[in-house]
C-alpha cells in the first residue's frame, strides 16, 4: 500500500541560528541516548554469561579417624566442573544471539523515536516563532495607523468611537501577542528540556522539510518493532530446542585422596537424567506459550501499523489541501479586499470599521493557515512514529 504526501515549506526568517542537524548531533549525546546505551551493554552481558562455562569448582575434605590400630587426619582434595553438551552449547549460543539482536532492535527503535520527537518539538518551536514574528508586524502596523488616527481626531476628522474601535482591535491583537509569546516559550523550553538544556540562543527555523512528493510504504515486515518481536520468537523457539534435548549437560569430578594408610585417585562422570521430567515438559511449554504470545502481538502490531498509517495518511493529505487552498486561494483574496479597503477608506470610500473587519478577517486567515501548518507537522510527525521511518531519512 502506497500513500503520497506532501511536505510543507517554512520559508526562511530570523537570523541563521542553531540548526536541527546540530540539535540532533548534540541529542545523541544526551543522557537518554547514552542510558539506553548503557541498558543495552549490560543485557548483552547478562546474556553472553548464560551461554559461559561454568567455572571450575575446588572441593576440600579433611577428617580425623580413629580405630584401634590407627589415629590420623584424612584429606580430600578434587575438581569438579559442569559441561554443557555440545548441542545444548549451540542452541544456547542462537538464543543468546536473538535476544541480543532484539535488544539491539529495541534500542534503535527508541533512539529513533527520541530524535523524532526532538524535531517535532524543534518544527513546533518555529512555528509559533513564525506565528509570533507575524503578528508583530500586524501589530506594528496597527500601531502606525493609530498614531495617524489620533492626529486626525484631534484635528476633528473622525469620531472618537472610531478612534476607540480601533485602540479596542489593536489591545485584542497585543493580548493575543502575549498568549502566543507563553506558547512559544514553552514550547522552546520544551525543546531545550529534550536536549539535556542545550546552550540555543535562537534557532535557525530555515532547515524546515520543503515540499516534495512522500510516498509510505507499509511493510509492516521490516518495521523494527515488528523486526523485535520476530528475534523474541527465535529466542523462544530455542530455549524450546534447549528443553528437547535429552543429554543436555555433562560433569565430570576429579579427586585425590588420601586415608590414614591409602592413597585414592578417582573420576567421577556426572550425567542428569532429566531429559523426561516434568521440570523439562513445563520449559517446553512456557516456551510455546511464549512464542505463540509474541505471533499474536504480532499479528496485532500487524493490524494496528497498517491501520495507523492508514488513517494518518488521509489526515495529512486532507490538512495540506486545507493549507494550500488557504494559501493559494483564500490568503490572496483576502488581502486584496483588506488592500481595497485601506484604499477606499484613505479615499472617503469606505468606513473605518468596514477597513477593520477586512483587517480581522485577513488576521483570522492568516492564524488558520500558520495553525494548519502546525497540525500538519504533528500529523507528519506521528506517522514518522509509527511508520518506523528514521530520522536519517527525512533529513
Known amino acids: 500500500m502506497k500513500k503520497k504526501i506532501v511536505f510543507l515549506l517554512l520559508l526562511p526568517f530570523g537570523l541563521q541560528a542553531t540548526s536541527l542537524d546540530e540539535i540532533l548531533a548534540n541529542a545523541q549525546k544526551s543522557r537518554y541516548i547514552e542510558a539506553l546505551k548503557q541498558n543495552d551493554l549490560a543485557l548483552n552481558a547478562q546474556i553472553k554469561a548464560q551461554t559461559a562455562f561454568e567455572p571450575l569448582q575446588l572441593n576440600l575434605g579433611i577428617a580425623h579417624a580413629k580405630n584401634p590400630d590407627e589415629n590420623g587426619a ?6 569438579s566442573q559442569s559441561l554443557a553438551y555440545p548441542l545444548e552449547g549451540n542452541v544456547k549460543e542462537n ?11 529495541e534500542t534503535h527503535y527508541k533512539t529513533n523515536i527520541f530524535l523524532l520527537e526532538i524535531s517535532e518539538k524543534y518544527y513546533m518551536a518555529c512555528s509559533s516563532i513564525e506565528r509570533l514574528k507575524i503578528l508583530k ?17 484631534r484635528v476633528g476628522e473622525i469620531s472618537k468611537r472610531e478612534l476607540l474601535v480601533h485602540r479596542l482591535d489593536l489591545a485584542t491583537l497585543q493580548q493575543e501577542i502575549r498568549a502566543y509569546e507563553r506558547e512559544s516559550q514553552t514550547k522552546r523550553a520544551g525543546l531545550d528540556a529534550a536536549v539535556d538544556f542545550m546552550a540555543i540562543d535562537a534557532l535557525a527555523c530555515n532547515d524546515l522539510l520543503t515540499p516534495r512528493e512522500f510516498e509510505v510504504r507499509t511493510n509492516v515486515g521490516e518495521h523494527t518493532r515488528f523486526k523485535t518481536l520476530q528475534h523474541r520468537i527465535n529466542a523462544a523457539n530455542a530455549s524450546y530446542a534447549m528443553q528437547d534435548t535429552f543429554l543436555s549437560a555433562l560433569g565430570y569430578e576429579l579427586m585425590y585422596e588420601k586415608e590414614l594408610d591409602t592413597t585414592r585417585y578417582s573420576f567421577a562422570l556426572r550425567i542428569p537424567l532429566g531429559g523426561m521430567s516434568e521440570q523439562k515438559e513445563q520449559n517446553r511449554l512456557e516456551a510455546l506459550h511464549t512464542t505463540q504470545s509474541y505471533r499474536e502481538e504480532q499479528s496485532l502490531l500487524q493490524t494496528q501499523i497498517a491501520h495507523a498509517v492508514e488513517t494518518l495518511s488521509l489526515a495529512i493529505g486532507t490538512l495540506y489541501q486545507e493549507y494550500k487552498t ?8 483576502s488581502k486584496e479586499l483588506l488592500d481595497l479597503e485601506k484604499l477606499s477608506y484613505a479615499q472617503g470610500e469606505s468606513t473605518l470599521l468596514s477597513y477593520l ?22 500529523k507528519l510527525f506521528e ?11 527525512i533529513q
Open 95 to 105: 538464543r543468546a544471539e536473538q535476544l541480543a539482536a532484539a535488544s539491539q532492535k
Open 383 to 393: 506517522l514518522y512514529k509509527e511508520a518506523d521511518i528514521s530520522i536519517e531519512e
Open 74 to 79: 584424612e584429606y580430600a582434595l578434587g575438581f
Open 137 to 153: 508586524e500586524l501589530s506594528a502596523q496597527q500601531e502606525e495607523r493609530l498614531a495617524k488616527l489620533e492626529e486626525a481626531y
Open 326 to 333: 488557504m494559501q493559494e486561494e483564500i490568503l490572496p483574496l
Open 357 to 378: 473587519d477586512a483587517g480581522r478577517s485577513y488576521k483570522s486567515h492568516l492564524l488558520k493557515s500558520m495553525q494548519l501548518k502546525q497540525e500538519y507537522y504533528e
